[in-house]
């Protein structure tokens, strides 16, 4: 489960509007959230993890990266795969 906010109140976010009930998971990476919260523009709400990320592809699709590195979803960037010992005989 993800902690993450829902619109309290009618919300003006960019050029579209969020009812009341409705994913705000750009929430994540604004300053202060917590206000908005506590003010009862947005409640803070535990989701499962796969409707959490669809909710960020679709209000937020062009900042899921930071707010997916915010909650700790983010992917860990693989290790360079190791290069394999050549085989070829020195002096061939």
Partial sequence: MIKTYTAGRRLLIGE???EPGEP??????WFRPDDWAHTGYMHEVEVPEDDFRAAVRKHAPDQEQAILERV??????????????SKAKPGS
């Fill in 16 to 18: 579209t509007h969020r």
């Fill in 24 to 29: 705000v998971p750009e929430a994540h990476v």
């Fill in 72 to 85: 700790g979803l983010a992917e860990e960037p693989k290790p360079p795969a190791k290069k394999a010992p």
